[in-house]
């Protein structure tokens, strides 16, 4: 009886255990196929192929128009050079034009000094011919020096000889004066006209250098307008890198959603070979500041902030050390505060610039001028003019760039003058 019944239980137990070991094996299986997937892992490769062959067309299209980002980059540079020779051209013109600006005035004064010395020589011939023709009329009048009264109430033969000697003599210093008075009268006429030849030659050169300038000036505007238009397309080149960066960022995205679809399919496939070859398969995985500053410039607008921006010449984001003020060429530029001219030259970024140190800490910086009339050491005082506004240097048009350095350091030239 005690036999049965361990029989019977040892039964039970049996059966319990196959019923458990069923209900895991459905339990491991379930999951794997509520979740099987709709497509094989060969149709999705198909749009996995797909996909990476429009990522790689991208990655064509940045890489070409990168290849043009550099070409453009390199006319941008060529352009940038030409204008550089031209604003230096330019430069030695006005110095020309201002050098001979000055002669001319010296030679109008040196002519109006001729000029008043030949007025002064033919008033003075004047007075002596007046004074020799009232000598001559008082001779006629006078009996004592007329001729007939020599010859008639001469003493002797010898007194009348002395008597014409002497009328001979005074006739003859009265001529010979009024002969010097000419010949210098002609020689004062004769230099002023050799200045006035002169100051003529130096007006003609004075306006061949002005049509130099002009035709200069005018080339410098072609290579502004080349060189915004080369800027234009960089800028344009940057834009269609970034919006093919965007695609290729989101085709990335959509390429690891399909890798993951895929590599789910392919586990899934494996897990039924394996189940299909009797293996277990592998189910684990799942499928401001000191003094006061002025604005130092009658700026039109404000171009450009301090701090990081596209660059307008050289491309990419850069940082500003300062801001850009536009201005028609020409515009004076002002000494911000008191201080003492550290630098006054010329290179291809800055252009013609200058830069002030106000001995307190502070140092002003001022860029892209036509030209600079201060030079190295020079105390100057807030407000007076250092120079004039224009596009020198890697500039797309006329602005100042004023920027303001502390101990060293770039600072916001907004925090210190009002823009």
């Known amino acids: 009886m005690r036999k049965d019944k361990r029989k019977l239980f040892t039964a039970i137990l049996a059966g319990f255990m196959a019923l458990v070991m069923l209900l895991g094996l459905v339990a ?8 099987a997937p709709t497509e094989s892992s060969s149709e999705i490769k198909k749009d996995l192929d797909v996909l990476k062959e429009k990522q790689q067309q991208i990655l064509d299209e940045i890489s070409g128009l990168e290849s043009q980002i550099s070409a453009n980059m390199d006319d941008m540079e060529e352009v940038v050079l030409k204008k550089n020779l031209i604003d230096q051209e330019i430069f030695l013109l006005t110095e020309q034009v201002t050098n001979i600006n000055a002669q001319i005035t010296a030679y109008s004064a040196l002519i109006a000094d001729k000029q008043q010395q030949f007025e002064e020589a033919q008033a003075e011939l004047e007075d002596m011919k007046q004074r020799n023709k009232y000598r001559l009329r008082a001779m006629e009048k006078n009996t004592f020096t007329s001729y007939w009264s020599v010859v008639f109430q001469a003493d002797s033969f010898l007194d009348m000889l002395d008597r014409i000697k002497m009328i001979q003599e005074i006739q003859a210093a009265d001529r010979a004066m009024i002969a010097e008075f000419r010949a210098a009268s002609d020689a004062v006429a004769a230099a002023k006209k050799e200045l006035e030849a002169e100051k003529a030659s130096m007006e003609q050169t004075r306006q ?22 080369l800027v234009a397309k960089g800028q344009a080149y940057e834009e269609l890198v970034e919006d093919a960066e965007s695609r290729k960022h989101e085709l990335s995205q ?62 990419g984001y850069r940082f500003h050390y300062g801001v850009d003020l536009a201005a028609p060429q020409g515009t004076p530029i002002y000494a911000s505060r008191s201080g003492r001219v550290t630098n006054a030259s010329y290179n291809s970024s800055a252009g013609y610039h200058v830069n002030i140190d106000h001995g307190d ?35 797309t048009g006329p602005h100042l760039h004023f920027g303001i350095y502390l101990n060293g350091s770039s600072v916001n030239p907004a925090l210190y003058i009002p823009i």
Not at 208 to 229: H, M, P, S, V, Y
Not at 263 to 290: V, W
């Open 361 to 395: 800490g502070y140092t002003s910086v001022y860029m892209h001028m036509t030209h600079y009339i201060v030079s190295y050491g020079q105390q100057v005082t807030a407000g007076q003019i250092i120079g004039y506004c224009g596009s020198t240097g890697a500039s």
């Open 254 to 315: 959509e390429i690891d959603q399909v890798q993951d679809r895929y590599d789910e399919a392919k586990r899934y496939e494996q897990l039924l070979q394996n189940q299909h070859q009797g293996g277990s398969g592998n189910t684990s995985g799942n499928i401001t500041p000191s003094g006061t500053w002025l604005v130092p410039i009658n700026y039109t607008y404000f171009s450009s902030p301090y701090g990081n921006r596209w660059h307008p010449v050289y491309g």
């Open 28 to 35: 491991m299986i379930a999951p794997v196929v509520s979740a």
């Open 208 to 229: 061949e250098l002005a049509d130099a300038q002009l035709d200069l000036e005018g080339k410098r505007e072609e290579a502004d307008a080349i060189l915004t238009e």
